[in-house]
Nanobody
C-alpha cells in the first residue's frame, strides 16, 4: 500500500502562484509514476500533470503547459506541482495519485492508470 498526503492548496488571486506537495509513504518501490488530477464542481476529474519516478519524464495537459511544473524529490518521496499565472478556471480540488509498476489498465493520462489517491486539496483562484 501507498499513502499520499497533499498540502499547499489555498486561495490566490488570478496571476498568482501556489505550490502543491504530495508526500508518499509505504511501498514506494512499487510506484513508477505519480500524477496530479483536478476536479471542478460539476465537472469530471481531469488529468493535469504526471512524472515518472525514475527517469523524471513529465507530461502536462495543454491548458497548463508553460504555467505549471511537476517535479519530484526522490529522497523525500515527494512530488510537487508548482502553479504559476493561475487563472479562475484552475479552481478545483487537486488530487495526487500514484501508479504501480504493475498497472497495465490505462495510460498515465487516465485516472484508471493510477492505484492510490490522496485526499485532495482545494485551490481557489479569484478573478
Amino acid at each position: 500500500q501507498v499513502q499520499l498526503v497533499e498540502s499547499g492548496g489555498g486561495l490566490v488571486q488570478a496571476g498568482g502562484s501556489l505550490r502543491l506537495s504530495c508526500a508518499a509513504s509505504g511501498s514506494i518501490f512499487s510506484i513508477n509514476a505519480m500524477g496530479w488530477f483536478r476536479q471542478a464542481p460539476g465537472e469530471e476529474r481531469e488529468f493535469v500533470a504526471a512524472i515518472t519516478w525514475s527517469g523524471g519524464s513529465t507530461f502536462y495537459i495543454d491548458s497548463v503547459k508553460g504555467r505549471f511544473t511537476i517535479s519530484r524529490d526522490n529522497a523525500k518521496n515527494t512530488v510537487y506541482l508548482q502553479m504559476s499565472t493561475l487563472k479562475p478556471e484552475d479552481t478545483a480540488v487537486y488530487y495526487c495519485a500514484a501508479r504501480r509498476t504493475t498497472n497495465y489498465v490505462a495510460s498515465l493520462f487516465s485516472d484508471r492508470g493510477y492505484d492510490y489517491w490522496g485526499q485532495g486539496t482545494q485551490v481557489t483562484v479569484s478573478s
